[in-house]
């Protein structure tokens, strides 16, 4: 329970960010606390579809100290090889993270942050929000979407290609999820995969490590005002072996996407129509910002106006994780330390 001390700083969220937030405040020396509603440690990745891997080796995955142990026979790991290595990173680094506490809400307490809880209310003159994207899962509003008569599971929910045997699945979105979740289910099922534009695969010896690195040279280059989309954006498909072999089989394709849902399909602006079983939206997420709610820094499309990762309208509040208007690939593995770094940096500054 909170001891009605004042701290320096609050985390809110106990994923990677909030870790890697962790280690540079243990380091500054701050009283910090990191409070996270999961069970147990490891964020969203313990809420991952059973096959996952990662679109990077172990050995360029890192939090800030500690690279990612390699994890034997899978050159890029498993889901819950990396619940592991955050269990161990917490532990490590004698992280102070007190599980399960939902954080309601932040407002402001005189010149300190109220943080308020189902497990009692703490006092901070800084808070670190970090509380990912995985719990607010998107889902666009296309017409007819009510009417459909099957199951509509997103990718939040959806856990092993079995599930869809035998059906006609459509499966929508231009990313990593649509397209890992496309290359086994279509292994059990007839599947159409639709996507607002083209997807861009990328060449096969880019992996999540090599992305990393393009893609960190592109953001430089464009802050420069050198160039827009070059040849690979960390959005784009990484070819992981299953990719590549459901490229091989042809399934791959990707259509424009439809016009409306109906009760038992879905239509195109060119009258086409096909008869689906299930639809699954691998259509993103959004930032988890509603705690934040009663400091009215989030606009109308959910998102906060940051300096780096310092909120412009509360300089007491900073946004780490979500994606990169709060720092370049923060809402990766090997991002998050930059960012935290430097969030840090800031708050032992003032
Ligand atoms: P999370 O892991 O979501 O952690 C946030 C934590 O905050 C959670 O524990 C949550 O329960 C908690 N929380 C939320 N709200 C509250 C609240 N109100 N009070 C208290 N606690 C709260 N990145 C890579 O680098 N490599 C990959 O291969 C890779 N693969 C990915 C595959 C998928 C399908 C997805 C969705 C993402 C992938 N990512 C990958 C991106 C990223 O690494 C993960 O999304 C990662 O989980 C983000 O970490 P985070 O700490 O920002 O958020």
């Not at 102070?96 to 009692?120: I, Q, S, Y």
């Not at 509380?131 to 459909?148: C, L």
């Not at 996407?257 to 086409?272: C, K, N, Q, V, Y």
Request: glycine letters at 10%; aromatic letters at 8%.
């Amino acid at each position: 329970m909170p001891t009605g001390e004042t701290l320096d700083v609050v985390v809110v969220g106990g994923g990677q960010a909030g870790l890697a937030a962790g280690y540079y405040l243990r380091r500054s020396g701050a009283d910090f606390v990191i409070l996270d509603r999961e069970e147990s440690p490891g964020g969203a990745w313990q809420h991952f579809w059973e096959s996952l891997r990662m679109f990077s080796p172990a050995e360029h995955s890192m939090l800030p100290g500690w690279w990612m142990p390699a994890q034997e026979g899978e050159p890029f790991p498993t889901a819950d090889h990396v619940v592991d290595y955050l269990t161990a990173y917490e532990r490590r680094y004698g992280l102070p993270v007190r599980r399960p506490v939902h954080v309601r809400e932040v407002r402001p307490h005189g010149n300190l942050l109220a943080v308020v809880t189902d497990a009692g209310t703490w006092h901070a003159r800084h808070v670190v929000s970090a509380t990912g994207t995985w719990r607010a899962p998107h889902v666009p509003p296309y017409p007819g979407r009510d009417s459909f008569a099957g199951q509509q599971p997103h990718t939040v929910d959806y856990r092993k290609p079995a599930e869809f045997s035998g059906q006609r699945v459509l499966v929508v979105g231009g990313g990593n999820s649509a397209a890992q979740i496309l290359a086994e289910v279509s292994q059990w099922a007839e599947t159409t995969w639709v996507t607002r534009r083209p997807p861009r695969l990328l060449p096969e010896d880019v992996d999540g490590r090599a992305l990393f690195d393009i893609a960190t040279r592109q953001a430089a280059a464009r802050r420069e005002g050198l160039h827009d989309r070059g040849t690979a954006d960390l959005g784009d498909i990484v070819q992981t072996p299953p990719v590549r072999a459901a490229r091989d089989r042809g399934v791959l394709r990707a259509e424009p996407m439809f016009d409306r849902l109906t009760p038992h399909g879905a239509e195109w602006p060119d009258d086409r129509f096909r008869e689906f079983d299930a639809v699954i939206w691998c259509t993103g997420f959004r930032p988890v910002l509603d705690h934040l709610s009663p400091l009215g820094v989030a606009d109308e499309a959910g998102r906060v106006t940051t300096d780096g990762t310092r909120c412009r309208t509360e300089p007491r509040l900073h946004l780490l994780g979500y994606g990169n208007w709060t720092g370049f690939a923060s809402a990766t593995l090997i991002g998050a330390g930059r960012t935290a770094k430097a969030a840090v940096g800031q708050i032992a500054s003032r």
